[in-house]
């Protein structure tokens, strides 16, 4: 099972109700096994290690890294070409730019930008058609984007943005000017909070936002 949308469950606090009713299926399946996949680790945290959820210690727990963003390239060519579409390389490098390389969203670009293409003469992927799909696609998160950044302190609202302009392996004093940060103590407290709850990851030795839909969304209409 895929969980990336299952945020949306939890945001509306229905998670731990999901849980039961998805539990409450599996038991009556002993023969079938489960794997349970996402990028929102927190999620999965609080699934099988909350002594309070129906998950609670029922699962092994593996974290696997992102593929290397050529491997992600030449991912999308090959299975464009496989439904008789052509994309270059290089416009598969920028689906996985857009997509900040999680697998994810760089499955949901190719998606919307397939379906811009498939009913077309020439079915050649075009720039615009990568521009457009991923527009497309953040239409549809804008919502959830701006419910993730506004359901946290205003400490961590500002780490937030600051991340998203400039991914950063430190808070030194000139980074917190350059981004108007509090001190050292409270940035360092919001960082916990954040990477605790999978919103920022560290990425080659440097903090990051985890999903490049919220960075997009903070550097241009939040």
Not at 180 to 186: A, E, F, G, I, V
Request: glycine share 4%.
């Amino acid at each position: 099972m895929v969980l990336d949308e299952f945020q949306e469950v939890e945001t509306l606090g229905l998670g731990a109700q999901f849980e039961r009713t998805m539990r409450s299926v599996i038991q009556n399946q002993p023969d079938i096994a489960y794997v349970f996949l996402g990028s929102k680790t927190h999620m999965l945290e609080r699934m099988f290690s909350s002594p309070s959820r129906p998950f609670y210690n029922s699962a092994q727990k593996f974290v696997l890294s992102r593929p290397p963003a050529e491997e992600s390239a030449r991912f999308v060519v090959e299975r464009f070409r496989s439904v008789g579409v052509k994309i270059s390389g290089e416009l598969a490098a920028k689906v996985v730019e857009l997509a900040g390389n999680v697998p994810y969203y760089v499955q949901a670009v190719s998606s919307w930008v397939y379906n811009a293409v498939a009913g077309g003469t020439s079915r050649i992927v075009r720039a615009a058609d990568v521009e457009d799909a991923f527009q497309a696609l953040y239409a549809t998160e804008t919502i959830l984007m701006e419910s993730v950044f506004a359901s946290h302190p205003e400490s961590q609202r500002l780490l937030m943005r600051a991340l998203a302009k400039e991914p950063a392996a430190r808070f030194d004093e000139d980074y917190r000017d350059r981004h108007s940060l509090p001190s050292t103590s409270t940035v360092n407290t919001a960082l916990r909070r954040l990477v605790m709850e999978s919103v920022v990851e560290s990425v080659d030795g440097q903090y990051a936002l985890c999903d490049p839909l919220l960075a997009y969304h903070l550097l241009t209409r939040a």
